[in-house]
C-alpha cells in the first residue's frame, strides 16, 4: 500500500486505560490512524479528546453489528482489512459474508494467509492460540515501509474494555477473561502468548513504539502473566 511509504502510522485499541488521558490530538497528529473493529462516536467530544477523530485504516475481525458498516463508510478510510483469512475454518461461515458487504462499500482485502499462518504457529506450535485482530495489525502493519509505529490502547488485557465498546464496555476484566478461556472449537486467545510474542518484538523492531502505560507492562516482569 503506497500511501503507507515512509509514514509515521498509529494504532489505537479499545483499552480502557486510554480513558480521561486526552490523547486525542496525539493521535491525530499522526500520517496514519489505524483502529480496531469498531469505532468510537465522533460526535462525542469526550470521546474525541480521548481516542482523537481520525481514522485511515480498520482491521476487522469479519464479524459485523448494527452500526458497523455506517460508521466505516463515515469515516471513509483508505482501506479495511479483515484479520482472518479465507482459510481459517470459521471465516467461510461467519465472516465471508459480512466482508463481501462491506468489501461492495469499501476498498477491502482480507489478511495474507501465510503471514497469519506463521503468526499463529509462532504463538502455538499446536495452532490452537488464535491471535487477537489487534496483534495481527501490528504484524501486517509492519510488513511495509512504514517510518515508525505507535502502539496505544493494545494491553492484551491487563486492562478492560473502554466504555465506548459496543460488546464488552461494561463488562468486567475476569467476565472477558473467562470468555477466552472457554475458546472457541479448540482455539483459544492466549493473552500471555500473545503479549510475550508483542514484547519480544517490541525488543526487536526499532519501528516499534508505544505510551507510558504499555512500556511499563513490557518492562516489568510481573506483567507477563496473568490470571487466565
Known amino acids: 500500500m503506497k500511501e503507507l511509504e515512509n509514514k509515521k502510522v498509529i494504532i489505537v485499541g479499545p483499552s480502557s486505560y486510554l480513558e480521561n488521558r486526552k490523547m486525542g490530538n496525539f493521535i491525530d497528529s499522526y500520517d496514519i490512524v489505524v483502529r480496531i473493529n469498531n469505532l468510537h462516536d465522533t460526535t462525542n467530544s469526550q470521546l474525541v479528546d480521548d481516542f482523537g477523530k481520525q481514522t485511515d485504516l480498520i482491521y476487522y475481525d469479519g464479524s459485523t453489528t448494527n452500526t458497523r458498516l455506517q460508521s466505516y463508510i463515515d469515516c471513509n478510510p483508505l482501506e479495511i482489512i479483515c484479520t482472518y483469512p479465507e482459510t481459517e475454518w470459521f471465516f467461510k461461515s461467519r465472516c465471508a459474508s459480512n466482508v463481501n458487504t462491506f468489501h461492495n462499500h469499501l476498498n477491502g ?5 501465510e ?5 499463529k504457529y509462532d504463538l ?11 496483534l495481527i495489525a501490528i504484524v501486517d ?10 502502539i496505544t490502547g493494545i494491553d492484551f488485557y491487563r486492562n478492560s474494555y473502554s466504555a465506548y465498546h459496543p460488546d464488552y464496555g461494561k463488562t468486567e476484566l475476569e467476565s472477558i477473561k473467562e470468555i477466552f478461556k472457554k475458546g472457541d472449537a479448540g482455539d483459544v486467545h492466549d493473552i500471555n502468548k500473545q503479549f510475550m510474542y ?4 517490541f525488543h526487536n523492531e526499532s519501528r516499534l513504539k508505544t505510551d507510558d502505560i504499555m512500556l511499563n507492562y513490557i518492562t516489568n516482569k510481573k506483567y507477563e502473566n496473568v490470571s487466565f
Open 109 to 113: 482485502r482480507v489478511i495474507d494467509e
Open 115 to 119: 503471514l497469519y499462518t506463521d503468526l
Open 124 to 134: 502455538d506450535n499446536n495452532m490452537k492460540t488464535r491471535p487477537n485482530s489487534g
Open 141 to 150: 502493519l509492519l510488513t511495509f515501509p512504514i517510518a515508525e509505529l505507535y
Open 198 to 201: 508483542f514484547k519480544n518484538l
